[in-house]
């Protein structure tokens, strides 16, 4: 068995980036070192800021929702529940990542910055607002996966059997059963579903790609060797030039 160390090194980058930022902002406001209401997303108090002259500094209430999980500041119970939870649903992604995603690394995170974007549009809209996005994030993962690996077999709790086609809907009804709300996880179905769709079903029936990879993506994962993306459209930077990081990757060199 693997240390956590050495788990935490063999995590893809993307996976890595996200969960590293995940759990530093949670153990954050669990001490009290960060209030959780400066990450908390509603929308008629960011945007009275953004009136004010001084109200750019609220620029982070659209980055940082994104990394944190509903309910982890009430009581030590519901962090535990909450925390555990998201950490299962987020290992989803780190498959996704070495899966459907194995040498596409500029493409998984152009999928995580559409569903960012996406969660944070959605969430104007007051029926489905959420507070704050780590839940529907980690929802949207485990939705595309599931999509990914249709009929691979899934045990829940050791109860239950079933093909991964499913899950995301299981876990959204073990959410209510649970007394979870349900509107993150939801959302989360609602934008892995909308990437999905434009990304893999409508190219497939037209031949059309509306959500291709932008080349600034491309360029970020090449500059910084960020994994590895076959195919990529831009070319790495001489070793001279290389990224350094604690989430660069294998430091592949990128063909045309």
């Not at 910084?224 to 990081?245: K, L, W």
């Amino acid at each position: 068995m693997s240390s956590p160390a050495e788990y935490y090194k063999s995590l893809p980058p993307i996976s890595k980036a996200y969960g590293t930022l995940c759990f530093f902002t949670t153990v954050l406001v669990r001490l009290h070192i960060l209030n959780p209401l400066f990450l908390y997303l509603y929308y008629p108090r960011v945007f009275k800021k953004f009136e004010e002259p001084a109200g750019m500094e609220d620029i982070y209430k659209f980055l940082l929702p994104g990394t944190i999980f509903h309910k982890l500041w009430y009581s030590p119970s519901d962090d535990v529940g909450v925390f555990e939870i998201s950490l299962h649903r987020a290992r989803y992604g780190v498959m996704l990542e070495k899966g459907a995603f194995d040498k596409r690394t500029a493409d998984f995170l152009w999928m995580m910055i559409f569903g960012a974007i996406s969660l944070l549009v959605l969430s104007v809209i007051p029926q489905l607002n959420t507070y704050v996005l780590g839940l529907p994030m980690v929802s949207m993962l485990v939705y595309v996966w599931s999509r990914e690996n249709p009929n691979a077999q899934i045990n829940i709790y050791g109860i239950l059997q079933l093909k991964a086609f499913y899950l995301p809907w299981v876990m959204l009804l073990l959410d209510v059963i649970f007394g979870s709300p349900l509107m993150p996880g939801l959302l989360g179905i609602m934008v892995g579903h909308l990437y999905y769709y434009f990304a893999v079903l409508h190219p497939l029936a037209t031949g059309k790609n509306y959500l291709k990879t932008p080349k600034w993506v491309h360029k970020i994962v090449a500059r910084f060797r960020i994994g590895m993306q076959a195919n990529a459209p831009v070319r790495a930077p001489a070793n001279g030039n290389a990224g350094t990081g604690a989430f660069r990757g294998r430091s592949y060199r990128l063909n045309q």
